[in-house]
């Protein structure tokens, strides 16, 4: 299914159009390896908002709820096989809304954009990782449903630093805590690969996570717990941008301080009327 946008495709031969083709192509062999990025970023483009991604039709699309396997769950290879294609997925969504952002924020600067463009090619190579791995325990990509859950609440950032903020230092700050428990999950069911394949991505994904950091600072003059929560797009809380626990050695090499880390622990909701 091909996806619907808000303006016309750039012009060719540019690192734009390659980020819309990327977003728009409903052809998994285009989403798995889609060439090399051009260098070329175009100047004075009007912002173009992709409504939604294109979906390979092997791909089957859930809008309900995915439950993720207990950790005892994990000792069956189709509940791994099915947990890793959901983690599949998510970098699937990452690497998609990298190229919605370099088309979406034409006004930030070239260095941005290419930086965008540099993480969705490392999201491409952890799909092509986690596919290898699902195949290994004897499954495919799309013998499991996904659920297009990112495209849901990413595009409603209305500014580059809502982005940043919400992909950046929100789901993917929350992936290097995630990354730590269920590489801990596998390893304990005694697939070693599962565990180490968790153990790369989360070190991969700390220099994401610094991207974020850097350009949130740039574009906010500051990178304060108050000033990131401010910026994340409603319904989105700290909530759902962090694990149990913490892993606060990884989010401070990406760059989040002692104070921004204690205030996301400690971090509870308010409730009405309180």
């Known amino acids: 299914m091909s996806a619907p946008s808000t303006g016309q495709p750039p012009p060719p031969d540019s690192l734009q159009r390659w980020a819309y083709d990327y977003v728009t192509s409903d052809s998994l062999e285009h989403k798995l390896a889609p060439g090399v990025v051009p260098q070329h970023v175009l100047d004075g483009c009007a912002p173009l ?16 709820k995915i439950k993720s396997p207990s950790a005892g769950a994990l ?16 970098e699937l969504q990452a690497a998609e809304l990298m190229c919605w952002a370099a088309l979406a924020f034409p006004e930030t600067p070239a260095s941005f954009k290419r930086g965008l463009l540099s993480i969705c090619q490392d999201e491409i190579r952890h799909i092509g990782m986690y596919a290898e791995h699902i195949a290994h325990l004897g499954y495919a990509v799309g013998d499991f449903p996904v659920r297009d859950f990112f495209w849901s609440r990413v595009p409603e950032a209305r500014t580059a630093s809502a982005f940043v903020a919400v992909m950046g230092l929100g789901f993917e700050a929350g ?10 999950r596998f390893r304990a069911v005694g697939d070693e690969r599962g565990a180490r394949l968790q153990e790369r991505v989360a070190r991969e994904e700390i220099a994401h996570v610094a991207f974020a950091a850097h350009w949130f600072r740039s ?31 990884a989010r401070t090499d990406a760059g989040m301080d002692e104070p921004f880390l204690d205030a996301l622990e400690q971090w509870q909701p308010v409730l009405r009327g309180s």
Not at 75 to 90: G, I, M, N, V
Request: charged share 30%.
């Open 219 to 249: 574009f906010e003059g500051e990178l304060s717990f108050a000033r990131w929560e401010r910026s994340l797009p409603a319904p989105l809380s700290p909530m759902l941008m962090r694990g149990e626990p913490l892993d606060r050695q």
């Open 49 to 64: 908002r992709v409504a939604g991604p294109g979906r390979p039709a092997q791909l089957r699309v859930s809008v309900e």
């Open 175 to 184: 992936n290097l805590d995630h990354t730590r428990r269920f590489a801990e």
């Open 75 to 90: 000792r069956d290879p189709k509940r791994r096989a099915e947990l890793l294609h959901t983690f599949l997925h998510h």
